[in-house]
């Protein structure tokens, strides 16, 4: 699902521009049908003004030069004999044309010398005229008004035309002037919600960072200045952060307690199971002591089991609340001083069966191995729960290899290895594969697999390819892949 800050600005950045373009097109729209009436009513005007200065058949001196040699007046004034400002008028832009009653051209301009003489026409001349198309001398549009002087008999026929392409570029230069402020002004908008949404969620923003670094066990409130509709919701969490750490320290401090209480009573019974081993070994006339002792030892290595259990459990209780390592309890690994410790914490297990270990390190310099910040402790508790695992499961006689790498490290054994439909379920907690004789409580691997999450590294479990056999766990980062 998208964030509100996605879907709002989504929203607003598609809503606006389509607002401004309807709004743009209805303005459009408005101002084409407006200029085209004011441009028609200029050309009625003209035509009005025509009637009143035009040369009337009537005039003595008009009749002399008619009856002579008729020549129109022609006129043609240039845009550059022009007074004023007159931006980007061209010449072609009006017309107009003045005949007699019997189709003489009495007076026109450059563009009303090529006006057709209609002598049934009256008003404008539409588009859908049979004879527009003959009337446009130039093979361009013309709006074409027709007019009569019908106060004498010999009555003159004005027509007066305005050339609809400059009409157009004047209509479009004049939308250009107020679309393009329009335009840039939606950007600045635009911008503006933008920077004002993300402005508004940034606190938001900042209690989540908040949130995501937090401790499960801190209780300090959240101080981030947020909107009075997000303050009862801080309010809350707020309350819940101390009701969740106190929870927790109360849990820890029971596992603590717990883990106390049964250390003893398993310790003492553990004593008291060894006491009785040792005294039945010494007995000789008690009938069927070898079933005692075998009930003792039974009873010693449930004990031992337990106290592994509480142990475990012990650890887990630890790591599980933790979302990720504080950085002061990180720093970089001295591998070699690190596994020598493991391997003699392990080395007496690995002789009771008679279990080699070896250390391998599979780069030039130690110091290239793995280079992570890590947690000694709980990276010691890691290695030691994979090779306990190794040796626990292996065969009497086995080798358990621990391989040293610039990207990885390995624990291999040549054991029997895991059935395949096995592996993925090895890092399960209380998890243990069918037909297990040896102790354990199945929290070992869900362990080391925890602190290696806490660490941003992952556990890889696999086996051994053939003709080889056994079992092979592998830790590397997440981010790349594990090679030695």
């Not at 305005?162 to 004049?174: C, G, P, V």
């Not at 395949?420 to 243990?432: A, G, I, T």
Request: charged fraction near 25%; include cysteine; hydrophobic fraction near 40%.
């Amino acid at each position: 699902m998208k964030s509100i800050q996605q879907r709002l600005l989504t929203s607003l950045l598609m809503g606006l521009p389509l607002l401004w373009l309807l709004t743009s097109s209805f303005i459009a729209w408005r101002f084409w049908h407006e200029i085209n009436e004011i441009n028609d009513t200029q050309i009625t005007q003209v035509a009005r003004y025509l009637i009143g200065v035009a040369p009337k058949e009537n005039d003595d001196h008009e009749q002399n030069d008619n009856k002579k040699n008729h020549k129109p007046k022609i006129y043609a004034l240039k845009s550059k004999q022009l007074s004023g400002d007159l931006g980007e008028a061209e010449d072609d832009y009006m017309g107009f044309a003045i005949w007699d009653n019997k189709g003489r051209l009495l007076m026109a301009d450059e563009n009303g010398q090529s006006f057709a003489f209609l002598p049934d026409q009256h008003g404008f001349l539409e588009e859908y005229d049979s004879d527009y198309q003959r009337l446009n001398p130039f093979s361009k549009r013309w709006r074409l008004f027709y007019v009569h002087d019908d106060h004498n008999n010999n009555g003159r026929v004005i027509a007066v035309g305005q050339n609809l392409k400059s009409r157009q570029e004047m209509i479009t230069d004049a939308m250009t002037v107020q679309v393009l402020p329009m335009l840039i002004g939606l950007m600045a908008f635009m911008g503006l919600v933008v920077w004002l949404v993300r402005r508004g969620f940034k606190p938001l923003t900042q209690i989540s960072l908040a949130l995501k670094l937090r401790q499960p066990q801190d209780d300090s409130p959240i101080t981030a200045d947020v909107p009075k509709e997000i303050q009862p919701l801080v309010t809350a969490l707020n309350v819940l952060f101390v009701k969740v750490a106190d929870t927790l320290a109360r849990e820890q401090r029971f596992t603590a307690d717990a883990s106390h209480e049964l250390r003893s009573p398993l310790a003492a019974l553990k004593l008291q199971a060894d006491l009785l081993q040792q005294q039945l070994m010494q007995l000789t006339d008690i009938e069927d002591d070898n079933q005692l002792f075998y009930h003792a030892q039974k009873i010693s290595h449930g004990i031992e089991r337990a106290t592994h259990l509480v142990e475990q459990l012990l650890v887990l209780a630890k790591i599980e609340p933790q979302q990720q390592l504080p950085p002061e309890q990180l720093q970089r690994a001295d591998w070699l001083e690190l596994t020598d410790i493991v391997l003699s914490d392990v080395n007496r297990l690995a002789r009771e069966k008679r279990i080699q270990l070896k250390r391998t390190v599979n780069c030039a310099h130690p110091a290239d191995v793995l280079p992570i910040l890590i947690n000694p402790v709980l990276f010691k508790l890691l290695i030691r729960n994979l090779l306990d695992n190794a040796i626990r499961y292996c065969p009497e006689g086995a080798l358990i290899e621990l391989q040293l790498g610039t990207n990885a490290i390995k624990v291999m054994d040549n054991g029997n290895g895991v059935k395949p439909e096995q592996l993925s379920r090895l890092s399960e907690r209380f998890y243990r594969p069918a037909g297990q004789s040896q102790l354990g409580s199945g929290l070992g691997l869900s362990i080391a697999n925890q602190i290696a999450e806490l660490h941003g590294l992952t556990l890889q479990f696999a086996n051994r390819v053939a003709p080889e056999s056994g079992f092979i766990v592998t830790i590397s980062d997440k981010k790349a892949p594990a090679k030695n």
